[in-house]
């Protein structure tokens, strides 16, 4: 399968750059970060929310279009994530399958935490909105992911999520 960075088409005459129909934009984390860091609560974690749902939602799309090219394989879906997510600078992702099925994945160097700085709360939803539509897409059901625990925070040197398929109560 080709590099993710190799697909990526960067269009200078029109101002894009594209992996087939679906546009990135290269800022800085610090800047957008930036913009929740400034932001009062409630207003910052309902944006953040809606981050990590619009994330969810749209680049749930660039994962279906992979786990369509990949014939539904979950592994190789975990790998292609994990890959193009440090392509994309969204930190080196550590995706391990636990005995109970749970998906347990630990990401160094999140952008998302160091370009907010310290926090008393996890601040990672966009990658929160990414592991719930791949692992919708693995599990075929709706799936609960938490943020464990944030570099942000300053307990630990990484943040680490859990993705479970959710039960029905």
């Not at 160097?109 to 996890?122: I, K, Q, T």
């Not at 966009?126 to 539509?133: D, Y």
């Amino acid at each position: 399968m080709t590099e993710f960075r190799d697909r990526l088409s960067w269009d200078t005459a029109q101002g894009q750059i594209l992996d087939d129909d679906r546009r990135y934009l290269m800022m800085r984390v610090d800047v957008l970060m930036g913009l929740f860091r400034r932001l009062d609560e409630p207003a910052r974690t309902q944006a953040l929310d809606a981050l990590g749902q619009a994330v969810m939602e749209q680049g749930g799309l660039s994962a279906k279009a992979y786990w369509e090219a990949i014939n539904h394989d979950p592994q190789a879906l975990l790998h292609s994530i994990a890959d193009i997510s440090a392509q994309l600078g969204w930190g080196n992702w550590d995706i391990q399958t636990k005995a109970t099925g749970a998906l347990q994945v630990r990401v160094k160097n999140s952008p998302f935490a160091w370009g907010f700085g310290p926090h008393d709360r996890p601040l990672c939803r966009p990658i929160v909105g990414m592991l719930t539509a791949v692992g919708q897409l693995i599990y075929d059901q709706h799936v609960q992911v938490q943020e464990t625990h944030c570099c942000a925070q300053g307990f630990h040197a990484d943040c680490l999520f859990t993705v479970l398929p959710k039960t029905n109560e």
